[in-house]
């Protein structure tokens, strides 16, 4: 499958997931685009689409949890920076995604 | 003040982060930790754990302090740039 | 009231006495992909279609009412098709029907078992 039917294809299937979370895709339409190539790159290589913002490890269960959309497995941090950490998902009533901040957990649960 | 950085080379933020810093002419060194050897990388992510208990990618370090994320504002401040540098 | 009866949404799967207890059972029902599960005695029948990326959950393993994804591990209670680390999340489930040891499953999505 060529690169942008399947990117294609991940906003379709990702879509569906993120709806229900209260999220949707970044109004940053270069942001995204960027974003989901990585991912396709990504899932050619390992054939899974990982997060392209975090690292992977050898650690199998660590690494499912950063499978694009991993919003379900970071929920608290990301709904405290209304984004996900590489910013391809936001809050629904996001309009200004640049006004979002990468901030780490740490600092969040530190208040 | 001596800057490093981790980065991935599918990280937005890490190339914007690398450009606030050539953008301001301040010379930094990096590592791309999805490019270097699997056990390097563990070794590199023992460390970030331990920083951000998360793998989460950029980490910078600024001589002693550490910032995670792309966040110009905090860089401008630890390196005592005036206001108005370039993000 | 026999739901079957003159009913085209209800399909005939399988002998019950061919479901195993504690093990995934994939039926095709009018070319739907639907697992029926034994467990603890009770059926339950769920989408084979996991909410991710639309993997196969035949190919998963089932510990207790745990039923986790092949692909990248995503875990759903298959007493009511939630995803265990969103519950805003579900996999369809079906209605099923047993009559003289035949298992008909009503192909339209409902929320019962």
């Not at chain 1, 997931?17 to 995204?32: A, M, Q």
Request: aromatic share 10%; proline share 5%.
């Amino acid at each position: 499958m060529n690169a942008e039917s399947r990117k294609k294809a991940l906003r379709f299937l990702f879509q569906k997931v993120i709806d229900p979370l209260g999220y949707k895709f970044s109004p940053d339409e270069e942001l995204v685009d960027f974003l989901l190539d990585q991912e396709v790159i990504l899932e050619q290589k390992h054939g899974i689409p990982y997060c392209p913002c975090q690292g992977l490890t050898k650690k199998r269960e660590e690494n499912m949890k950063i499978v694009c959309p991993c919003i379900p497995f970071h929920r608290e941090h990301f709904d405290a920076m209304k984004r996900c950490w590489c910013g391809l998902y936001v809050h629904k009533d996001v309009t200004n995604p640049d006004e979002l901040k990468q901030i780490p957990m740490t600092e969040i649960k530190g208040g | 003040m001596k800057v490093f950085m981790y980065t991935l080379s599918t990280c937005p933020w890490c190339r914007k982060t690398k450009n606030f810093f050539k953008s301001n002419n301040i010379p930094f060194d990096y590592v791309d930790y999805d490019l270097r050897p699997e056990d390097e990388q563990e070794k590199i992510m023992e460390k970030m754990l331990k920083i951000s208990g998360a793998g989460s990618f950029p980490v910078v370090m600024i001589g002693e302090r550490v910032i995670v994320g792309y966040n110009p504002e905090k860089y401008s401040e630890v390196l005592g740039l005036k206001k108005g540098a370039v993000a | 009231m026999n739901p079957v009866n003159g009913r085209s949404s209800w399909v005939f799967v399988i002998e019950d006495k061919k479901l195993q207890e504690n093990s995934v059972n994939l039926v095709f029902p009018k070319g739907l992909s639907i697992l029926l599960i034994k467990s603890a005695g009770q059926i339950y029948a769920v989408s084979n279609q996991c909410a991710h990326m639309g993997c196969g959950l035949a190919g998963g393993s089932l510990k207790g009412h745990t039923l986790q994804c092949p692909c990248h591990d995503w875990r759903y209670d298959i007493r009511t098709g939630e995803f265990l680390d969103a519950k805003e999340i579900r996999i369809p489930m079906y209605q099923w029907w047993l009559e003289n040891g035949r298992i008909f499953i009503n192909i339209e999505e409902g929320d019962r078992s």
